[in-house]
């Protein structure tokens, strides 16, 4: 398995979020979609997510999805008008699939919910092959951090609902459909991944991304 930073933003810059609502689509999509098990009745079970969580569905359900797993999501954060994802997979199809999935289920549900027409997202997305273990928690990192970016979030980004960090550093909320033990198991012992995090240097890992 290789990891891969994925990231895409609204075209023309646009938001491409416009409520929790749509946060929490997304967000089922990035869980959900991660096998290639299709799924009825979306709204409502994105409806169950916001209600109760992970907790809300069947561990059969849960089990299933793991199971057949073609991606596996290690880390996320939505801001307003874009989005970032730490996946690893096999092949690049594999990703693609994911993506296109991801992708195109949540456009047609803004374009309809919202009477929008054409293009939600820019382009196709951008992916970053990550070259090593150190890369790799870099990365995430800067993935973690793209709150700060908020007014008032600097230095509460644990707190940033819509972020993958306080399920790698408190709970995790979404049980085994994130793979936060592929970060914890690299921090050496005695660390700690919000320190990590806490302490990096941002302009540096920006450079990852060139």
């Known amino acids: 398995m290789k990891y891969y930073h994925i990231f895409n933003r609204g075209n023309n810059k646009q938001n491409i979020f416009f409520s929790d609502e749509d946060r929490y689509r997304f967000l089922f999509n990035i869980l959900f979609y991660q096998s290639p098990i299709s799924h009825l009745q979306i709204s409502r079970k994105v409806q169950k997510l916001n209600k109760g969580g992970i907790k809300a569905f069947s561990v059969h359900d849960i089990e299933r999805i793991v199971s057949l797993r073609c991606v596996g999501l290690v880390s996320f954060a939505f801001m307003l008008n874009h989005f970032h994802l730490l996946i690893k997979a096999e092949k690049d199809?594999?990703?693609?699939?994911?993506?296109?999935?991801?992708?195109?289920?949540?456009?047609?549900?803004?374009n309809i919910k919202y009477k929008k027409v054409g293009h939600l997202f820019q382009g196709r997305y951008?992916?970053?092959?990550?070259?090593?273990?150190?890369?790799?928690?870099?990365?995430?990192?800067?993935?973690?951090?793209?709150p700060r970016e908020l007014e008032g979030m600097a230095g509460r980004e644990k707190e940033y609902y819509w972020s993958s960090l306080q399920d790698i550093t408190d709970r995790n909320r979404w049980g085994d459909l994130l793979l936060i033990h592929d970060l914890n198991q690299l921090i050496a012992k005695g660390s700690s991944y919000f320190d990590l995090v806490m302490h990096s240097n941002v302009s540096k890992l920006a450079d990852l991304l060139d």
Do not use: F, G, M, P
């Open 126 to 146: 951008k992916k970053v092959a990550i070259a090593s273990e150190n890369d790799l928690l870099r990365v995430s990192a800067y993935i973690h951090l793209n």
């Open 93 to 110: 199809e594999q990703i693609s699939q994911y993506l296109q999935r991801v992708k195109n289920s949540y456009t047609k549900y803004i």
